[in-house]
């Protein structure tokens, strides 16, 4: 998943891990929903993913997901 447009940092994971940790429902549009799903799961079983990414890979694989879409 190309987000080269972030500066991510270890201050952004650490952000990322206090908010989402309290999330159990998550809104996405039609594309990001798309795109999430072809990209976290791979790295549930990714020997190469870092511990955020698996950490957060599990996050999305658990929390609730309601997508707005009119083509979906």
């Known amino acids: 998943?190309?987000?080269g447009y972030i500066a991510y940092n270890k201050?952004?994971?650490a952000f990322a891990n206090r908010t989402l940790e309290t999330a159990t429902t998550i809104l996405w549009g039609s594309t990001?929903?798309?795109m999430m799903h072809q990209y976290w799961p791979t790295m549930l079983d990714n020997p190469?993913?870092?511990e955020h990414?698996?950490?957060h890979a599990?996050?999305?694989q658990e929390v609730e997901k309601l997508v707005c879409?009119?083509?979906l």
């Open 48 to 50: 190469e993913a870092s």
């Open 58 to 60: 599990v996050w999305i």
């Open 69 to 71: 879409s009119n083509r």
């Open 32 to 34: 990001t929903n798309e």
């Open 11 to 13: 201050e952004i994971e």
């Open 53 to 55: 990414e698996s950490r």
């Open 1 to 3: 998943m190309e987000i």
